[in-house]
Nanobody, 127 residues
Framework: QVQLVESGGGLVQAGGSLRLSCAAS????????MAWFRQAPGKEREFVAG????????RYVDSVKGRFTISRDNANDMVYLQMNSLKPEDTAVYYC????????????????????WGQGTQVTVSS
C-alpha cells in the first residue's frame, strides 16, 4: 500500500497557473508509474497525465497537452503537476494515483491500472 496526499489546489482565474503536489509514502515510490486524474461534477474520472517509474516517459490527455507538465522527484517521493494557461473546463477535483504494477514502461490511462489514490484537491478556474 502507498499513501498519497495531494496539495496545491485552489481558485484561479482563466489563464493562470497552479502547481499540484502529491506526497507518497509506504512503498518503493520510484518503481511505480504515477498519474493525475480529475473528476468534474457529473462527469467520470478521467486520466490527465502520467509519468513512468523511470521518469523517461510521460503521457497526457489531448486537452492538456502543451499546458500541463507532470514531473517526479524520486529522492523525495513526490510527483507534481504544473498547470499553465488554465481554462474553466479544467475545473475539477484532481487525484494523484499510483500504478498497481512496478516498472511499467508505458504509462497506463485506465483507472483500473491504479490501485492507490489520494483524497483529491479541488481546482476551480473562473472565467
Amino acid at each position: 500500500q502507498v499513501q498519497l496526499v495531494e496539495s496545491g489546489g485552489g481558485l484561479v482565474q482563466a489563464g493562470g497557473s497552479l502547481r499540484l503536489s502529491c506526497a507518497a509514502s509506504g512503498r518503493t515510490f520510484s518503481t511505480y508509474a504515477m498519474a493525475w486524474f480529475r473528476q468534474a461534477p457529473g462527469k467520470e474520472r478521467e486520466f490527465v497525465a502520467g509519468i513512468a517509474w523511470s521518469d523517461s516517459n510521460t503521457r497526457y490527455v489531448d486537452s492538456v497537452k502543451g499546458r500541463f507538465t507532470i514531473s517526479r522527484d524520486n529522492a523525495n517521493d513526490m510527483v507534481y503537476l504544473q498547470m499553465n494557461s488554465l481554462k474553466p473546463e479544467d475545473t475539477a477535483v484532481y487525484y494523484c494515483a499510483a500504478d498497481r504494477l512496478q516498472y511499467r514502461v508505458i504509462v497506463a490511462r485506465s483507472l483500473a491500472e491504479y490501485d492507490n489514490w489520494g483524497q483529491g484537491t479541488q481546482v476551480t478556474v473562473s472565467s
